[in-house]
Nanobody, 124 residues
Framework: QVLLVESGGGLVQAGGSLRLSCVAS????????MGWFRQAPGKEREFVAA????????YYADSVKGRFTISRDNAKITVYLQMNSLKPEDTAVYYC?????????????????WGQGTQVTVSS
């Protein structure tokens, strides 16, 4: 069963913007932390951003601070990633994830549930 579904990826020129969405299929996810990770060809999956279950705390990788914004709408059981000032190095498959985070929001192992990913390609 697919529990998290990402959308909003695509091709954009450098300097442009995209907004990714991740919709959860169960109300339970409204009480989980949610995050975004990405994986570029030949590289390991890396942390991008995360938001606490209440939306009151957000976390960002240094590489995206000031450019990306994570938010959530628990009524819609959806998490968003607004990406501005995109760079070619942002090109990757972006995955949303959810779970109870006990230690470290940047550690992918903390997240139990994962979406299948959406491709983001930024041209120079």
């Amino acid at each position: 069963q697919v529990l998290l579904v990402e959308s909003g990826g695509g091709l954009v020129q450098a300097g442009g913007s995209l907004r990714l969405s991740c919709v959860a299929s169960r109300r339970t996810f409204s009480s989980y932390a949610m995050g975004w990770f990405r994986q570029a060809p030949g590289k390991e999956r890396e942390f991008v951003a995360a938001v606490s279950w209440s939306g009151g705390n957000t976390y960002y990788a240094d590489s995206v601070k000031g450019r990306f914004t994570i938010s959530r709408d628990n009524a819609k059981i959806t998490v968003y990633l607004q990406m501005n000032s995109l760079k070619p190095e942002d090109t990757a498959v972006y995955y949303c994830a959810a779970g109870v985070v006990y230690r470290d929001y940047v550690d992918s192992a903390e997240y139990r549930y994962w979406g299948q990913g959406t491709q983001v390609t930024v041209s120079s």
